[in-house]
């Protein structure tokens, strides 16, 4: 690995793969546990969660997201889990990584968000994206296996009172399961201000009972939508994962993820950092590198720095979920983080 170079003001140099691209956005798991027990997800009784003693500290995310800044170029942040809010003092934490300069984001269920939301803003936070798959409580516990519906609700308008904008809604459309509410989600995005996005279902969960015949595919949103508006593409914002359209005649933006049918590996510039310290040059990654071990083994920045270097020196082309080859990586999406 060629030592780093600075660049004028201090500039580090980019993160940059094999393949040319620039990593500038790192995803962070606080927590492997969460509160809710989603049925595409994880099993009813949870899952063996990691030890206290294996979750990284703080401190020592602080120092991980500070050599990611300063040394490597990252700007934006993204806080996940599991459910990040279960993460005990995380104004404090937010607080501290806002400092650090990046742009500051989390994903949640939404579930904490009321009592919280005012806090997270006032210690730096900007956005947040809540995942909810369904607007009718009767679904919404069978999904989740938790009747708590009304607390995501209530989340979210106090998300988007506390300046937390634009609240984006996360939905996983499956057939049979939810893919008769497509249309209602958008209106009630669009009803209350929110930002609407559907994602294609991924083969991450803990079970393995990912069923691709039930992945509502992009082509069939965009169809579902059509029957109701036009659409006027907006496309993609830089290396968003998300390719937007707005409904003709409004402000509604819809967005769709299609990580499986429409694969954006050529442009992602996205990094993984689990909660137990491990980091992952792509979400199907197959392998990590441990930089837990070597903050606690006493590694100097500049050792670190080389690792997270290498590892993304070592990303592949892409995904091969279309693929005979594909693997489906160890952890679970609750493991590694959105």
Same mark, same amino acid.
């Given at each position: ?42 099993? =009813? ?12 500290? +703080? /401190? $020592? %995310?602080?120092? *991980? &997201? ?98 937390? =904008? ?12 939810? +893919? /008769? $509410? %497509?249309?209602? *989600? &958008? ?112 590694? +100097? /920045? ?37």
């Amino acid at each position: 690995m060629a030592p780093r170079t600075e660049h004028g003001h201090g500039a580090p140099s980019p993160l940059v793969d094999r393949f040319g691209r620039v990593h500038t956005d790192l995803r962070v798991s606080l927590t492997d546990r969460c509160n809710l027990r989603c049925t595409y997800c994880m099993p =009813a009784e949870g899952l063996d969660w990691l030890p206290k003693a294996e979750v990284l500290t +703080d /401190d $020592e %995310i602080v120092r *991980l &997201v500070r050599i990611a800044v300063d040394r490597l170029g990252i700007r934006t942040v993204r806080l996940t889990g599991g459910e990040p809010l279960l993460r005990r003092g995380l104004p404090g934490l937010i607080a501290r990584l806002t400092a650090l300069g990046p742009e500051l984001s989390l994903t949640t269920n939404g579930i904490g968000l009321a009592r919280t939301a005012a806090e997270l803003r006032a210690a730096g936070l900007q956005r947040v994206n809540v995942s909810l798959d369904t607007l009718r409580p009767e679904r919404y516990a069978e999904i989740t296996r938790r009747d708590r519906i009304a607390d995501v609700f209530a989340g979210m308008a106090a998300a988007k009172a506390a300046g937390l =904008a634009p609240v984006k809604i996360n939905a996983v459309p499956v057939r049979g399961v939810n +893919d /008769d $509410e %497509i249309l209602d *989600l &958008v209106e009630f995005a669009a009803e209350h201000g929110y930002r609407m996005r559907f994602i294609e279902s991924m083969p991450l969960d803990a079970q393995g009972a990912w069923n691709r015949d039930a992945m509502v595919t992009a082509d069939e949103l965009l169809e579902i939508l059509g029957r109701r508006w036009e659409l006027v593409p907006v496309g993609r914002h830089g290396n968003a994962p998300a390719e937007e359209w707005r409904i003709d005649g409004t402000r509604t933006v819809v967005g769709v993820i299609a990580s499986v049918t429409r694969p954006f590996c050529g442009g992602c510039d996205r990094v993984r950092l689990t909660a137990d310290g491990q980091l992952r040059n792509c979400l199907f990654a197959t392998e990590e590198s441990d930089l837990r071990a070597l903050l606690r083994g006493g590694a +100097d /920045d500049a050792a670190v720095e080389s690792a997270w270097r290498n590892t993304v020196a070592r990303k592949g082309p892409g995904h091969s979920i279309n693929s005979a080859d594909f693997v489906r990586p160890e952890r679970p999406m609750s493991a590694i983080g959105g």
